[in-house]
C-alpha cells in the first residue's frame, strides 16, 4: 500500500505558518507523484540487502546513529503506540531521494523530517512483504545533502514478534500483565522502524508510558530521577545493533547482588533468583581480566517467565535469563558467564549479518570458558567443551540432519531466516575453532593478548570473518609468528559440514568419568549394571548432564525399557533434580524408551517452559512417536498462544505442520 503523510498524533512539535506549510504539501504531493505502487506479491526474500541478507536497509549510502523513542505501553490492545525520531548520517556524495527501513506488522501513521522550521510531511511505501522476516519501508525525501537528518515517525505494532504479552494468569502473581522482548534476530522490526540488521549501531533514549503499578526495564539506563510512577525514562549512550533492543514491563522488583549488578523478577523468584545469582560480579570480573574494560556501566539480570525462548539475552546492561536456570545450587549459572562475555564479543564487537553469527557465539562460548576456567580450574574448562561438542553432535545429527549446509561455520541466508538457521553450530564448533588457533599459536598466553588486540580494534564496530581473519595473521606476522597459522584449513573451518575438522586436545579427566557411566548404562542389561562398581561413583550435577546426554546419542541403549528408565533415575536422582538440564534429557530418554504411561510427565515438562533448546527437541521425538504423535500437536496446539512467535513457529516445523 501506499501511505501519504497525515495528522501528527503526537503534541509539542514546531508549528509552520499556512504558506510554508502549503508549499511544504506541494513538495509532498510531487514526491508521491514519483512513488511507484506498492508491490502487492510477497516476493522471496533473495539477498534484501548488499550488506546483509535480511535487511532492507542500505548503510552503506545512509546510517542510523540515534533512536529517541516514545511509547505507551497498552495492554488492553497488546500494542506499544506512540513515536520514534530517527537520526541518520548520509555518506553518500551524491545525497539520498529516500530512506529504506525495515519493518514487519508496523501500523505507519506518518512520517515527518526534522527540520530547524518544523516538520515537513513526508510520503512513504510500506512494501515487498517477506512472511516471517517483514516489509520494506521507504522514506521519500526531499533531495539531501551529505549530512545528518532526523525524520519522525508515528506508528502503533499490530501483532509483534518480538513481543511476548503476558495475562496476570501467566505470570507467578497472577494479578498484573506482563510484556517482554526478544529482538534476536530480525525482530526489532516488528516493534520499531529501523535498519534492523546488526551492521548498524545507534544509542538510543526512551521515555516509557505504563501502568504506574508496574516497572519498566530496558537494555539502557534507567534514569531514576527523571522517572516517576508510569512514567520511565532511559538512556543508553553506547552504540548497539538493533538486536539489542529490549524492553519488560511487569510487576518486577529487585535486590542488589554486587557494586554494579542488581536481579530482578517477580516477587515470587527474588529471594531464589538472588541466592542464585549470588556470583555475577565475580564474573564480571573475571571476563574484564580476559577482554579489557567493562563499557556499559551497569550489569542487572532479569529472570523472565517460562515463555522466554532461550537461555539468556545478552541486551546491554540487562541481560534476559530463563527461569530454567534456576536449579536451586547454582550448578546453572555457567548461562550467566555466557551473557556477560557478550558484554564484548557481540555487544562491542558485533557479527555485520548473521551469516556470520559465529563471530558473536563462537567468541562468547569461547570466553565464557576462560572465565569458567579461572574460577574452577582448567580441567573444568575443558570439560565445558567437551560437554558443547556433545550438544553440537546432538544438534548434527537430529535438529541438522536434513539441512547439512546450516552445518558450515559461515552460512548461506539467501532466502532463509536466521531464526530458521538458529543451531549450537556457531557456538560449538565457532569456539572450537579459536581453541584449536590459541592452542597452535602456543596456547592462552600467546593467544589471550591478541583477543585483546582484536576487541579493542573492532569495538564499536560490526565486522565479517574476512575482518578476524585478517586481523589475525596481521597481528602474528608483526610477532614473527604468522607460520604458527599454516595448518589452518579455512575453507573446511568456514565451509565444511558436520563436525569440526579438528578436535583440540582437551583435558579429559572430568569427562572420562561421565563416559563410563555412559557406556555401563548403554551396553549392558540391569542385572549387570546394579552390581557394577560404576554407579557408586560421585558425578557432579555438570557431569551428570553430560552422561546421560552422552546415552542420548547412543545409536543403541541394551533393554531400554522403564525398569531400566526407573533405576536410572533412583541413582541419581533424576525423580528430586531441580536442574532442567538434567530433566530434560530424562524427559528425552522416557520418549527413547518409548514409556507411554509417562506421556503426562513428558507433557508436563514440555508445558513448564517454552526454551526453544528444550522444547524443540522433545517435540520433533514425540513427532517421530506415531502412537503419541496426535498427542502431543494437540498440546502444543493448546499451549502455543503462551509461547513466543519464534519459539511456536519453529515447534510447528519441527512437527512438520504446515503453517
Known sequence: MTVTASTKKSSGCDKLTLTTFVILLGIALWLQFKTDVAKTNSPKMGRMGKVDPNSYAEPEKVVMQHADLDWEIDFNRKIISGSVTLKFNVLSDDGIEHILLDVSDLKIESVFAKLPAGEIPLTFTVTDPVENVGSKLTVNLPNVTKG?????????????????????????????????????????????????????????????????????????????????????????????????????????????????????????????????????????????????????????????????????????????VTPTIIAKDRS???????????????NLVTNKNFEHFWLNEGFTVFVEGKILGRIHGAAYR?????????????????????????TKLVVNLTDLSPDDAFSSVPYMKGSNFLRYIEDLVGGPDVFEP????????????????????????????????????????????????GMPPVIPKYDTSLVDACREHTNLWADNALDVIKNSKVITGKLSSSQVVEFLGGLLEKENIVELNADKIAFLAETYGLEKTQNAEIRFRYVRLMIRARLRDRMSEILSFANSNFRMKFVRPVYKDLGKWPEVRDEAIANFQRVRNEMMKVCALQVAKDLGLNE
Open 332 to 346: 546453572l549459572v555457567d548461562v550467566v558467564a555466557h551473557e556477560i562475555a557478550h558484554s564484548w564479543t557481540g
Open 450 to 497: 591478541f583477543l585483546k588486540f582484536y576487541l579493542d580494534k573492532f569495538k564499536y564496530q560490526s565486522i565479517e570473518t574476512q575482518d578476524f581473519k585478517k586481523t589475525l595473521y596481521d597481528y602474528f606476522n608483526e610477532k614473527g609468528l604468522a607460520a604458527l597459522l599454516e595448518p589452518i584449513d579455512w575453507e573446511a573451518w568456514l565451509y565444511g559440514e
Open 148 to 320: 545528518v537528518i532526523s525524520i519522525v515517525i508515528d506508528y502503533d505494532t499490530v501483532s509483534a514478534s518480538a513481543l511476548a504479552w503476558l495475562s496476570p494468569e501467566q505470570t507467578s502473581g497472577k494479578k498484573h500483565p506482563y510484556v517482554f522482548s526478544q529482538c534476536q534476530a530480525i525482530h526489532a522490526r516488528s516493534i520499531l522502524p529501523c535498519q534492523d540488521t546488526p551492521a548498524v549501531k545507534f544509542t538510543y533514549s526512551a521515555v516509557v508510558k505504563h501502568p504506574s503499578a508496574l516497572i519498566a526495564l530496558m537494555s539502557a539506563i534507567r534514569d531514576e530521577a527523571k522517572s516517576t510512577a508510569g512514567v520511565s525514562r532511559f538512556t543508553q549512550t553506547v552504540p548497539i545493533p538493533s538486536y539489542l533492543m529490549a524492553l519488560a514491563v511487569g510487576p518486577l522488583v529487585s535486590r542488589q547482588i554486587g557494586p554494579i549488578s542488581k536481579v530482578w523478577s517477580e516477587q515470587e523468584q527474588i529471594e531464589e533468583a538472588a541466592y542464585e545469582f549470588v556470583d555475577t560480579d565475580n564474573f564480571v570480573q573475571k571476563a574484564s581480566e580476559i577482554c579489557g574494560p567493562y563499557v556499559w556501566k551497569e550489569y542487572n539480570l532479569l529472570v523472565l517467565p517460562k515463555s522466554f525462548p532461550f537461555g539468556g539475552m545478552e541486551n546491554p546492561t540487562l541481560t534476559f
Open 382 to 406: 575443558d570439560f565445558h567443551a567437551l560437554h558443547g561438542l556433545t550438544d553440537l553432535a546432538d544438534c548434527i545429527k537430529n535438529q541438522l540432519a536434513d539441512e547439512p549446509q546450516l
